[in-house]
């Protein structure tokens, strides 16, 4: 007995002192990224008591930005922002969760907890922001996660007299439809009460920067990232435990509103813009954009021979016509 209490001890300890050393590496990490990518935009707050980070330059109709899953605005500053302010008033926001937005009123952020942010509570708090900031028929532009988001805010002018309904919205390899089969172990695993509280920490305070660098390339493939990208984008953010968290329990519970928000898509009459690669296996072209363009009328869809996920980089003169189309199809232009 006094054996088995001693053995017990010892591997409590152990695993405290895991514990204590997982958090200490992770806090540190934390506080390393924040000082290495801090806001580069300012805040609006929401509802609730919500900060909403959003970088936003230029004159002209209202463009809106809304980044993909586990990124931040800064993926879009990268580049095609700057190539937008001669001719739109361009907003980038941080999604809830990811970079400096906080997460939506409410919602259980708790370890344990496996509640993410529906895409209609995402768009909600955004068009909040949006409101306050004077934004007004907005041409609303949604990469990847970032993309369902966009088409639930044109979906919300279907039921809302409002400003900043959007007048145009342009998908950039948007997650769309809902997908057969389920996502895998890494969002299982990691949006379950159990990642939150042991894997989520691990990966937050040990996976190496080299790690990182293959996620992005492996994103960007078959091409390469653009040189630069990967220390600009701010990645080491997304580990953070809360954020990390808050990204794995939106896409986890993602599909449900899908299968939704799917249903009312023939109702759209907004024009939609849709660019999407052939070579996208992270969000393939046929299972979300060859849909929407088949149950739209109003969506226009160019398909990118042999690009991947990630078309607004591998050519954003591509996208920013995409957006003066849109933007014209709209009477913005």
Same mark, same amino acid.
């Given at each position: ?8 001890? &010892? ?19 934390? #506080? ?13 707050? @929401?509802?609730?008591?919500? #900060?909403? /980070? ?8 209202? @463009?809106?930005?809304? %980044?993909?899953?586990?990124?931040? !605005? $800064? ?11 001669? %001719? ?6 941080? $999604? ?21 942010? +529906?895409? !209609? ?17 907005? @041409?609303?532009?949604? %990469? ?9 805010? =044109? ?36 949006? +379950? ?27 960007? =493939? ?16 997304? &580990? $953070? ?12 519970? &993602? ?7 799917? #249903? $009312? ?22 299972? /979300? +954009? ?9 969506? /226009? ?10 078309? /607004? %980089? ?20």
């Amino acid at each position: 007995m006094q054996l088995a209490l001693k053995a017990l001890t &010892l591997t409590a300890l152990t695993f405290g002192l895991g514990a204590v050393l997982t958090g200490c590496t992770a806090t540190y990490r934390d #506080k390393a990224a924040e000082q290495a990518f801090p806001p580069i935009g300012q805040f609006v707050t @929401v509802q609730g008591g919500a #900060k909403v /980070h959003y970088l936003q330059a230029g004159n002209g109709p209202d @463009v809106v930005l809304i %980044h993909g899953a586990g990124g931040n !605005l $800064r993926d879009f500053k990268f580049d095609l922002f700057d190539k937008l302010t001669d %001719h739109y008033r361009v907003t980038a926001f941080d $999604r809830p969760g990811l970079g400096y937005t906080d997460r939506f009123p409410g919602i259980d952020t708790g370890v344990l907890a496996t509640a993410g942010e +529906s895409p !209609l509570q995402q768009a909600s708090m955004l068009r909040e922001a949006a409101s306050q900031l004077g934004i007004t028929r907005p @041409v609303v532009v949604g %990469h990847s996660m970032g993309g369902i988001v966009a088409y639930q805010w =044109a979906l919300m002018g279907l039921d809302t007299d409002s400003d900043v309904n959007a007048a145009g919205m342009v998908s950039l390899a948007g997650v769309a439809m809902p997908w057969p089969g389920d996502l895998g172990p890494y969002y299982t695993i990691n949006a +379950s009460a159990f990642g939150g509280a042991v894997t989520i920490p691990l990966i937050s305070a040990f996976v190496p920067t080299a790690k990182v660098e293959d996620v992005i390339e492996g994103t960007f =493939a078959p091409q390469p990232a653009p040189d630069g990208y990967a220390d600009y984008i701010g990645a080491p953010l997304a &580990l $953070r435990p809360e954020t990390f968290r808050a990204n794995v329990r939106q896409v986890n519970t &993602l599909r449900p509103h899908a299968v939704e928000m799917s #249903k $009312r898509y023939p109702d759209l009459t907004l024009p939609i813009e849709i660019l999407h690669g052939t070579a996208d296996t992270t969000v393939p072209i046929e299972i /979300h +954009s060859d849909k929407v363009a088949a149950l739209v009328p109003s969506a /226009h869809l160019t398909r990118m021979d042999g690009i991947g996920h990630m078309p /607004h %980089h591998v050519d954003p003169a591509a996208a920013v016509a995409a957006i003066d189309r849109a933007a014209a199809r709209a009477g913005l232009r």
